[in-house]
């Protein structure tokens, strides 16, 4: 303690001194944080990305990604941009969910590169729409929106099969019904606040159109 007042009064009186010491002496970036390489920066690592997955998401995602659940969304084939973000956000709670919160705060910005575009090497397997009633309904507003009420054509962002568009549109075709219409409810409600246009789509829709689209969804190839 002696030692750091004497530099302190040093550095306060001699200029030189002050620019090398202030360096040291800032406590604003810790050492490991400091070594920290930024995402963009880094290059996917599959093998790496395959173990995490391996490890810790196959439980509830498949061991391909393609998830049997419901619930728990498809992962393979997605846009590994779309991925990184979700995981992030997830990790910053901007996208509520108290299962994702815990997986993803164990992963690292590489972690999370490296599963996202192992995940995207992953072939998606296609789904099918189960509710003959609702599904011309759902294409109805997939294809051309709702005009009257201002609701955009989902295929405008999503593309026509649904296959999105890469960094910017994530991928929709084969997703399951279940998991796709809990998104749009939760974008709709403010659960999910990580997409404004998303938000302000749902807002417009009720349930029934939401159920529509997302049986639609399901099946598209
Ligand atoms: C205990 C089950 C479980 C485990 C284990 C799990 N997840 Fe999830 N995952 C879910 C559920 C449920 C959701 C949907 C969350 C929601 O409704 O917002 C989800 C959503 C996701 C999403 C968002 C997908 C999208 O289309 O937006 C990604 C990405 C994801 N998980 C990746 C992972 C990764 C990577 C791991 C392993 C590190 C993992 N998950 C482990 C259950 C799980
Ligand atoms: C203006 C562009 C745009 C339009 C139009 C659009 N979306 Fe989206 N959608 C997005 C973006 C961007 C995201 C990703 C949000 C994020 O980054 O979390 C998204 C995400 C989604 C998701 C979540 C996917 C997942 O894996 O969790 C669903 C479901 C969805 N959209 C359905 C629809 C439906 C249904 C329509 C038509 C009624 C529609 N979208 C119209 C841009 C759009």
Known sequence: MKLLTTLLLAASLAIPVFSTFAQEATPAVPPVEAKVVPAQALKPDLVKGEATFT????????????????????????????LVKQLQE?????????????????????????????????????????????VSMGERIYRGGITDRQIPACA??????????????????GQHAEYAATQLTNFRDGIRQNSLQMTQIAAKMNDKEIKAVSDYIAGLR
């Open 55 to 82: 490890s810790m998401c196959i439980a509830c995602h498949a061991a391909d990604g393609n998830s049997v659940i419901g619930a728990n969304p498809k992962l393979a084939q997605q846009h590994p941009e779309y």
């Open 90 to 134: 997830f990790k910053e709670g901007k996208r509520a969910n108290a299962i994702m919160l815990g997986f993803a705060s164990m992963l690292t910005d590489a972690d999370m590169l490296n599963v996202a575009y192992w995940l995207n090497s992953k072939v998606a397997t296609p789904g099918f729409a189960k509710d003959k009633e609702l």
């Open 156 to 173: 405008g962002c999503h593309s026509p099969n649904g296959a999105g568009m890469p960094a910017q549109f994530p991928r929709l075709s």
